[in-house]
């Protein structure tokens, strides 16, 4: 099973113990202000064992995040095929961290990790990031990972109810 390291995290393979404070940190209002629905604690199991399948069958997914010094779960990040149904095709980057977790640089190191990843384990061509336009905090994420935005890649997402969160903007990273 492939584990990714960096000076402070450790992203690895979904454990029961991450269940109680994934679900957590999927239902807490300020981390779902740019994401549509609330989960149930199905959902957010399912999710989980979604990623940790994908982790099983491809050696990569979204990976459970900890932090190294304490063990503490905090979150998830990693790469995932793009829907079936979307505008474009690829390899998308994603995280999500519990809101203790921001201001710490955690989602940029983890996003770092697994950008390299892709690009020297996967050889992928370009990696991709997709979020709302109002995403200020993973639109900063994507610009310290060097990704590039074009207005002409905004989408609405097709998998997202009519509304404010529908609409999507891309960015993208060409392999170095």
Known sequence: MTELRTARLLLRSWRGSDLAPWHALNTDPEVRRHLPGMPSREDTDAAAARFQAGLDARGWSFWAVEVRGTGEFIGMAGLDPVEEGQPFTGVEAGWRLARAAWGHGY?????????????????????????????????????????????????????????PLRRSVLYRLPRP
């Open 107 to 163: 989602a940029t190191e983890a996003a770092r990790a697994v950008v390299e990843f892709g690009f020297t384990e996967l050889d992928l061509p370009e990696i991709l990031a997709v979020t709302v336009p109002g995403n200020e905090r993973s639109r900063a994420v994507m610009r310290r990972l060097g990704m590039t935005y074009d207005p002409a890649d905004d989408f609405d997402d097709p998998t997202v109810p009519a509304g």
